[in-house]
């Protein structure tokens, strides 16, 4: 938090309780709707908090509602009258309604779309009903339509009068009667355009679209790619039924790069933030992978207990730091390529490519820590143990095969739950690392035994 941040911090929390409310009002124009719902989630209990958001300016009050968090949105729902309840709605945009909705229990979901009018409600149950993965559901019906045939002085004049409730004016969409999306203009182009011009002229009929059941993480990669602000969203009659937005592209690559993340560490993803999860929660999240990974050491302990009477205690010392660096060597390289395929870098057809790269790639890095473990071995190691030159051979000669083997496995493995439709951030910590342990051992088992 910056210094004048916590200096508004102070002076809310000072007007507040000493019900200043006109000091309140100015400073609360000053501020940010974020920061206002940080302030009230961090310094208010739920009572205060709904005193304090009865005090917002009008102007701020659906701005600062989506921002704080969804127990609280509940509880102030729950405390509206109907009339409070409706201006918060009626001045939000629909695909924050249906964010709303979304978190919410079905006594209050039915409270939220009684106070809609019958025109948003029949627009909130239509966005309701795209899958939760989908462009549809993180869309927005509210944009500016214009048609080829008006002037650029009309379209001015149709975006003052409609602009007010859509969600962006800056990016406007051309359709002809049939809503079908035939063009795409900015207030920019308008701007700098003779006013008697007709649209079609001004417009760039050369459109980027995506379709209603398009996966969202790959809308936003799209918004990315191209630095739009807002992308349109089609039918299958290619009708203009919606935009999705930046800040919604910011929310969905946020959100995908969370649950990523919680996977690659065998966890399972969760919506909630950290310090607002129950530990029966986090108990819930994680107790599966951890006993799927218990169980998996069933393979290691298996391996290890059928070469056990002919592994001397020496080479035995050596299993852990093998199979701890071959299993980082092979969570680099699906780390990697699993970053590489979230942002569209690498397809499946081009795993020729991935794997000559890793392999060439796994060579040198293999080869450089191989020479380190021979030379630790020999300078380190036989200071405290009976190390010769050929176990410091044979440990580091396995090391390096092992090495290049897991590179390889954590390159093509993500590659292939891709091509099957499955996370690719699923296969990065559990399955991975149990088939390198088991590979490992093996290889250093079979290797050692034969030549010591």
Same mark, same amino acid.
């Given at each position: 938090?910056?210094?004048?941040?916590?200096?508004?911090?102070?002076?809310?929390?000072?007007?507040?309780?000493?019900?200043?409310?006109?000091?309140?009002?100015?400073?609360?124009?000053?501020?940010?709707?974020?920061?206002?719902?940080?302030?009230?989630?961090?310094?208010?209990?739920?009572?205060?908090?709904?005193?304090?958001?009865?005090?917002?300016?009008?102007?701020?009050?659906? +701005? /600062?509602?989506?921002?704080?968090?969804?127990?609280?949105?509940?509880?102030?729902?729950?405390?509206?009258?109907?009339?409070?309840?409706?201006?918060?709605?009626?001045?939000?945009?629909?695909?924050?309604?249906?964010?709303?909705?979304?978190?919410?229990?079905?006594?209050?979901?039915?409270?939220?779309?009684?106070?809609?009018?019958?025109?948003?409600?029949?627009? &909130?149950?239509?966005?309701?009903?795209?899958?939760?993965?989908?462009?549809?559901?993180?869309? *927005? *019906?509210?944009?500016?339509?214009?048609?080829?045939?008006?002037?650029?002085?009309?379209?001015?004049?149709?975006?003052?009068?409609?602009?007010?409730?859509?969600?962006?004016?800056?990016?406007?969409?051309? *359709? +002809?009667?049939?809503?079908?999306?035939?063009?795409?203009?900015?207030?920019?182009?308008?701007?700098?355009? +003779?006013?008697?011009?007709?649209?079609?002229? /001004?417009?760039?009929?050369?459109?980027?679209?995506?379709?209603?059941?398009?996966?969202?993480?790959?809308?936003?990669?799209?918004?990315?790619?191209?630095?739009?602000?807002?992308?349109?969203?089609?039918?299958?009659?290619?009708?203009?039924?919606?935009?999705?937005?930046?800040?919604?592209?910011?929310?969905?690559?946020?959100?995908?790069?969370?649950?990523?993340?919680?996977?690659?560490?065998?966890?399972?993803?969760?919506?909630?933030?950290?310090?607002?999860?129950?530990?029966?929660?986090?108990?819930?999240?994680?107790?599966?992978?951890?006993?799927?990974?218990?169980?998996?050491?069933?393979?290691?302990?298996?391996?290890?207990?059928?070469?056990?009477?002919?592994?001397?205690?020496?080479?035995?010392?050596?299993?852990?730091?093998?199979?701890?660096?071959?299993?980082?060597?092979?969570?680099?390289?699906?780390?990697?390529?699993?970053?590489?395929?979230?942002?569209?870098?690498?397809?499946?057809? +081009?795993?020729?490519?991935?794997?000559?790269?890793?392999?060439?790639?796994?060579?040198?890095?293999?080869?450089?820590?191989?020479?380190?473990?021979?030379?630790?071995?020999?300078?380190?190691?036989?200071?405290?143990?009976?190390? *010769?030159?050929?176990?410091?051979?044979?440990?580091?000669?396995?090391?390096?095969?092992?090495?290049?083997?897991?590179?390889?496995?954590?390159?093509?493995?993500?590659?292939?739950?891709?091509?099957?439709?499955?996370?690719?951030?699923?296969?990065?910590?559990?399955?991975?690392?149990?088939? &390198?342990?088991?590979?490992?051992?093996?290889?250093?088992?079979?290797?050692?035994?034969? &030549?010591?």
């Amino acid at each position: 938090m910056t210094e004048e941040l916590q200096q508004t911090y102070e002076k809310l929390a000072y007007f507040f309780e000493n019900r200043k409310f006109a000091d309140l009002r100015i400073t609360l124009l000053d501020t940010e709707p974020y920061d206002i719902a940080i302030f009230m989630e961090e310094n208010l209990d739920d009572k205060e908090r709904l005193v304090f958001f009865r005090l917002l300016p009008k102007e701020l009050a659906s +701005d /600062v509602f989506v921002e704080i968090e969804s127990d609280s949105q509940e509880y102030l729902i729950k405390a509206f009258t109907d009339k409070e309840l409706k201006a918060v709605v009626d001045d939000m945009f629909l695909d924050d309604t249906v964010d709303v909705i979304e978190e919410m229990p079905a006594s209050v979901v039915k409270r939220i779309l009684k106070t809609c009018d019958p025109e948003d409600r029949k627009q &909130i149950n239509h966005l309701l009903s795209y899958p939760d993965d989908s462009a549809g559901s993180i869309m *927005t *019906t509210e944009f500016v339509a214009l048609r080829e045939k008006m002037t650029v002085s009309e379209a001015f004049n149709k975006i003052r009068k409609t602009g007010v409730d859509k969600e962006t004016v800056y990016t406007c969409y051309v *359709t +002809d009667t049939k809503k079908h999306l035939i063009g795409v203009v900015t207030v920019k182009d308008l701007l700098l355009a +003779d006013p008697e011009d007709v649209v079609a002229n /001004v417009m760039d009929s050369n459109v980027v679209t995506v379709e209603t059941l398009d996966d969202k993480e790959y809308v936003a990669m799209q918004l990315s790619k191209y630095d739009f602000l807002a992308l349109p969203v089609i039918d299958k009659e290619g009708c203009l039924v919606g935009i999705v937005t930046v800040d919604d592209a910011v929310d969905v690559l946020q959100e995908e790069a969370t649950e990523d993340i919680q996977m690659m560490a065998a966890v399972l993803p969760t919506e909630e933030p950290y310090l607002k999860t129950s530990v029966f929660s986090i108990w819930k999240a994680r107790v599966p992978w951890l006993l799927i990974l218990m169980a998996s050491a069933t393979f290691t302990s298996m391996i290890l207990a059928g070469y056990e009477a002919k592994l001397s205690t020496v080479l035995y010392a050596f299993v852990p730091m093998l199979m701890g660096t071959a299993g980082n060597a092979g969570g680099q390289a699906s780390v990697t390529v699993i970053r590489a395929l979230a942002v569209g870098d690498v397809e499946f057809k +081009d795993v020729f490519r991935i794997l000559w790269k890793e392999l060439r790639a796994s060579l040198l890095l293999a080869l450089t820590v191989a020479v380190g473990c021979f030379l630790k071995m020999m300078f380190i190691d036989s200071l405290y143990n009976e190390i *010769t030159w050929q176990i410091s051979l044979v440990v580091s000669g396995v090391l390096f095969i092992t090495m290049v083997m897991a590179k390889l496995i954590g390159a093509i493995l993500p590659l292939l739950a891709k091509k099957v439709r499955l996370d690719p951030a699923v296969v990065a910590s559990p399955f991975i690392t149990t088939i &390198i342990d088991a590979l490992s051992l093996i290889i250093y088992c079979s290797i050692a035994i034969s &030549i010591l």
